[in-house]
């Protein structure tokens, strides 16, 4: 069944990727992104995930309705933490939550979040308090209010996706329609080099192998689209080469 998807971040990296393998396979791809990508899309709306009036701009340009949304787009830790948090959480909830209508039954959610998240059980308090905030301009308040330094922004917004994520996997079950998160670990995209710098660097030496491939992660996200996974709903799906298993295991050891 020929489907029509939406991927934000579809300019670059892994969301340009998705919307690919996504065109490959005859699907209809409606971009959102704040550059307008060069090919494999059939419609581009632009939008900025930091921005309240943007985001309901850009949706109500879209008449259609799709049957997939993939939130890929997002910010690097080198970015400022304000920033960091609307486009990789704010944004990414108030557009979900506004494109719901416009959505088939039994359509898929599916959040782009990452192993730099893994922590999320631990901030589980902090998210709550997170999770009641609507106003995009009490988020670097809230911040400063909870002592998220401008190094741990980037790892808590990532663990707001994915808890997110898991909070809502029925609150459209009437329709049947499913949300999951997907966490990579660092993908050679551009914006590798900025995880590098800052997250990576205060961490175990990175084996090459590990730098997962943009493909590779797309991938994924194909498959989530599709029949086949749709059986797979609040769950937070790992694909970092063994990054996970590698540091547990040397806690473990030790």
């Known amino acids: 069944m020929k489907k029509t998807i939406i991927v934000t971040g579809a300019a670059s990296g892994i969301g340009a990727e998705t919307a690919k393998q996504l065109k490959i396979l005859g699907h ?35 008449k259609g309705k799709a049957h ?7 910010l690097p830790p080198t970015i400022h933490p304000e920033l960091q948090i609307k486009v990789n959480f704010f944004g ?28 999320w059980m631990r901030n589980l308090d902090t998210l709550n308090k997170l999770f009641k905030i609507d106003n995009f301009a009490q988020a670097l308040p809230f911040l400063e209010e909870h002592n998220i330094s401008d190094e741990a922004t980037y790892n808590f ?15 459209w079950s009437d329709r049947n329609i499913t949300i999951k998160a997907l966490s990579p670990g660092p993908v050679k995209t551009p ?9 990576a ?26 029949e086949n996974a ?22 473990l050891s030790t």
């Not at 997939?68 to 997002?74: D, T, V």
């Not at 914006?191 to 710098?197: A, E, N, V």
């Not at 590779?216 to 498959?223: D, H, R």
Request: glycine share 6%; charged share 20%; aromatic share 6%.
């Open 157 to 171: 917004s990532k663990e707001a996706v994915i808890l997110w994520t898991l909070y809502n996997a029925t609150t």
């Open 201 to 226: 660097k205060k961490q175990v030496v990175l084996p090459e192998a590990m730098k997962g491939e943009p493909e590779k992660i797309a991938a994924i996200v194909t498959f989530l689209c599709g």
């Open 92 to 119: 990414l909830r108030l557009f979900t939550q506004l494109l719901i209508e416009k959505l088939h039954d039994g359509a898929s959610i599916i959040n782009l979040a990452s192993v730099a998240g893994s922590g």
């Open 28 to 62: 209809t791809i409606i971009a959102f992104d704040r550059n307008e990508p060069k090919e494999n899309i059939d419609q581009y709306i632009p939008i900025d995930l930091s921005d309240e009036d943007s985001i309901k701009k850009a949706v109500s340009e879209f």
């Open 191 to 199: 914006i590798l080099q900025s995880f590098m710098d800052t997250i």
């Open 68 to 74: 997939a949304l993939c939130n890929i787009a997002g």
């Open 230 to 251: 749709s059986w797979i709903n609040g769950q937070n799906i790992v694909a970092d080469g063994g990054l996970s298993a590698m540091r547990m295991t040397k806690q």
